[in-house]
């Protein structure tokens, strides 16, 4: 098994540590059936990666052994961005899906305890179709015996349909939500999406939210968590993403002079 090392993982703040802590506490409160999580959000760079890393991270911690899996084949971030770094060449999802090699050679242990890693490997023309496949469900009823939470960080499903299609290897799933930047309406459609295919929506994270301005709070589960700002804003992406401008809520549509 490869052995891969997180370069760029900086200790976290106390009330963002404690944030993660809470969460922990509450997905074990969703009960013993609930293993396979799944991580999504509207639009890419809203956090939904790290979020995922940070939450394995800190199951981890409690003595959990946890997998994530990083089924974005479109656009993984998640090598670059933690400046991942191993003695070999890293095999991904992608090479295991397409039946290149064997499921124990994608799978990587980290330098945290009791954390494992699968990456997306490289990006390839059919994604959708590998994410459906036998060689997904194989992998999921494998891990369930062997891991005690499987972590899967998918793409944003406002984007692409991928994420709808390994819900139902998942006991629930999670919506990351970027503070300030989505619009109510854009968030409700997602959610639609998500309840479409059935799978249990275990909740909402506010993400990138100025904690210093705003104040901190832990929250409770099924409702909204805070995490430090890390500044920047974004272009707007898709039909309802962020236009300039901070969104109000309106009713159920979001910014009454919204155009769209």
Do not use: W
């Not at 015996?145 to 406002?158: C, H, M, Q, R, T």
Request: glycine content about 8%; charged content about 25%; some cysteine.
């Amino acid at each position: 098994m490869n052995k891969v090392n997180f370069g760029k993982l900086e200790k976290l703040e106390y009330s963002i540590n404690e944030a993660y802590k809470t969460l922990r506490t509450n997905l074990s409160f969703c009960g013993d059936e609930i293993k396979a999580i799944l991580l999504t959000s509207c639009t890419p760079n809203e956090g939904k990666s790290t979020i995922a890393i940070r939450l394995a991270q800190a199951l981890a911690e409690d003595e959990k052994k946890v997998i994530v899996i990083d089924a974005d084949l479109r656009k993984s971030v998640l090598i670059g961005r933690h400046g991942v770094t191993s003695e070999k060449k890293i095999k991904g999802l992608s090479h295991y899906l397409s039946g290149q090699v064997k499921l124990d050679d994608a799978i990587c242990e980290t330098d945290i305890p009791n954390m494992y890693m699968i990456f997306a490997g490289p990006v390839t023309p059919n994604p959708t179709e590998l994410l459906g496949n036998h060689y997904f469900e194989k992998m999921m009823e494998q891990f369930r015996k062997e891991y005690d939470y499987i972590i899967i960080d998918a793409p944003p499903l406002g984007s692409v349909i991928d994420a709808a299609i390994t819900t139902r290897f998942c006991d629930g799933a999670i919506m990351v939500v970027e503070n300030n930047v989505i619009s109510y309406r854009f968030a409700q459609d997602v959610k639609k999406q998500l309840e479409m295919t059935d799978c249990k929506i275990l909740g909402v994270i506010l993400n990138k939210v100025d904690t210093k301005s705003k104040g901190y709070y832990s929250g409770y589960y099924k409702g909204y968590y805070k995490k430090k700002y890390y500044g920047g804003r974004y272009k707007r992406y898709g039909k309802y993403g962020y236009y300039g401008g901070r969104y109000e809520r309106y009713g159920e549509y979001g910014n009454e002079n919204s155009t769209d």
